[in-house]
């Protein structure tokens, strides 16, 4: 019997971890709407997947029972509860009830409150079975930034930087530190964002993209804000290259007519404020940012900058990609490392970058 029981226990996590497989391609770029991840067993075979679309519709539960197959008495498997509101589409109880699935199991509840809670009773009079609470803690920690937006918090922050082993984040006789696997692991990091926050200075500096330069994810490079105390952002920037898809929003406090107009044509919007100097203006910046609608923020910029949002507590994770070499007189910092030097280096991602290592620290 405990053995049936485990059974059904890792067949319930074995199959929610591949519908949470699925909620990660999309995750940052499904709009206000959540990365949500969908498969559809029976008998122990996957009869078919599905994931949020782009920009958030179809909903994953959609798009993993359109397929003209036979889907009754199936199990469904979920990362988050089924929506029961209309919307812009129909519910997808609905569809899960129409298609006569046998049984639905999900990680954990919305935070929408036009569904919380209500999927479990209509399943029921529907005398559908329902399992919650499957990877809880994962799922808890998958959708926090959805939830972050839901309860009205500021957007959920992350950041990443490149340092030598001797703790230098730039090099005299080259643009990179890191090797071209870490640039390649820090383009698909940016796909899973919805906005790069970076300064002026830094892009200046590099002539920064921020976009993702990888086959395949080139339409999930992330909107972009830049502050711009001064309005110093140069004009002949890689950055303003014609991107289809893609937001540019300039957070300044000066004037500077000739300058808004050039960047007005190229499309960038300037959100001006008062001042652009204590935390509570960044709190103001990050509040305008969800409110056009950003959950997940990827923070790219130097030292100094990211040195003060770390004060401000505002980063819930710090990606560090480092490499396995001193730069010794070849480093240059433009802010003290110290801050980064306290961070305790315990959780590396286990992937081969040749040479070079990436951590992921959660700072909350």
């Known amino acids: 019997?405990?053995?049936?029981?485990?059974?059904?226990?890792?067949?319930?996590?074995?199959?929610?971890?591949?519908?949470?497989?699925?909620?990660?391609?999309?995750?940052?770029?499904?709009?206000?709407?959540?990365?949500?991840?969908?498969?559809?067993?029976?008998?122990?075979?996957?009869?078919?997947?599905?994931?949020?679309?782009?920009?958030?519709?179809p909903h994953a539960e959609f798009n993993a029972l359109k397929k003209k197959i036979n889907f009754q008495n199936s199990n469904i498997y979920v990362t988050l509860e089924p929506c029961s509101h209309y919307g812009l589409t129909p519910p997808c109880t609905n569809k899960i009830i129409q298609k006569k699935i046998k049984k639905v199991v999900f990680s954990i509840f919305d935070e929408d409150l036009r569904s919380k809670y209500l999927s479990i009773n209509r399943f029921k009079k529907k005398k559908i079975l329902v399992k919650t609470g499957v990877k809880k803690k994962y799922g808890s920690i998958f959708y926090k930034s959805y939830f972050f937006k839901k309860k009205g918090l500021l957007p959920y922050v992350d950041s990443k930087i490149a340092l030598s082993k001797d703790y230098f984040t730039k090099n005299r006789k080259s643009k990179w530190i890191t090797n071209q696997y870490s640039r390649k692991r820090a383009h698909l990091l940016r796909s899973k964002y919805d906005c790069i926050l970076s300064t002026s200075k830094s892009i200046n500096e590099d002539n920064s993209e921020l976009d993702c330069r990888i086959e395949g994810l080139e339409k999930k490079s992330p909107s972009v804000a830049i502050i711009d105390r001064k309005l110093k952002l140069k004009k002949k920037l890689k950055l303003f290259k014609k991107n289809d898809h893609r937001k540019i929003y300039l957070f300044t406090s000066s004037f500077d007519r000739s300058k808004e107009n050039y960047f007005k044509k190229k499309g960038i919007k300037i959100i001006r404020l008062k001042n652009l100097n204590k935390k509570k203006d960044f709190d103001i910046v990050l509040y305008k940012l969800s409110n056009l609608g950003f959950s997940r923020i990827l923070l790219e910029s130097g030292l100094s900058f990211i040195n003060y949002f770390l004060k401000c507590r505002f980063i819930e994770n710090l990606y560090i990609f480092k490499t396995n070499y001193n730069l010794n007189k070849n480093g240059i910092n433009y802010a003290n490392p110290k801050l980064i030097k306290k961070i305790k280096l315990k959780n590396k991602i286990n992937v081969n970058l040749f040479g070079d290592s990436i951590y992921k620290v959660n700072l909350r």
């Open 1 to 57: 019997m405990a053995s049936q029981k485990n059974n059904l226990r890792f067949k319930k996590e074995y199959f929610l971890s591949l519908a949470f497989e699925q909620a990660k391609i999309n995750l940052g770029s499904t709009g206000t709407n959540p990365s949500v991840g969908c498969v559809v067993e029976k008998n122990g075979s996957v009869l078919s997947s599905g994931r949020t679309s782009l920009r958030g519709r």
